[in-house]
């Protein structure tokens, strides 16, 4: 399961962040096509929740992305460098990367980070 987590380190968060994380992300495969993977701060400032969705890619990316407009608020398109699609879901810290091969939700906590940072998260989580 943990070869479907997106290529996010608990070294990539602490360095993004400046909190430190921990080194693996905890990984629960729920079926066969998604998988949540976790990464926490090792002082519970924070945590950054993924699940990654591996069949039909785009058809869970233009279903994510309906479905947030419908149900979860404000949402926008947003560019990812490296991802072909990107929404975000800014009130409540979500965000939808479509990437060659799997549809990535993205949920962070974090009461302290920066746009920059969450970007920087973003990114590698689509590299």
């Known amino acids: 399961a943990a070869a479907v987590c997106p290529p996010l380190t608990g070294d990539d968060l602490t360095q993004i ?71 975000a879901v800014p009130n409540i810290g979500r965000f939808g990367l479509l990437t060659d091969d799997a549809y990535i939700e993205v949920n962070t906590v974090f009461p302290k980070a920066t746009a920059d940072q969450i970007m920087q998260i973003l990114r590698t989580t689509a590299r």
């Not at 992300?25 to 002082?43: I, K, M």
């Open 17 to 87: 962040m400046g909190s430190a994380f921990q080194p693996n992300a905890v990984v629960a495969q729920h079926t066969a096509d998604q998988t949540e993977c976790q990464w926490v701060a090792t002082n519970g400032e924070g945590f950054v929740i993924t699940k990654s969705y591996r069949t039909e890619p785009r058809t869970q990316f233009a279903q994510a992305f309906d479905s947030a407009q419908r149900n979860l608020g404000v949402t926008q398109e947003i560019k990812v460098k490296g991802a072909p699609g990107a929404f």
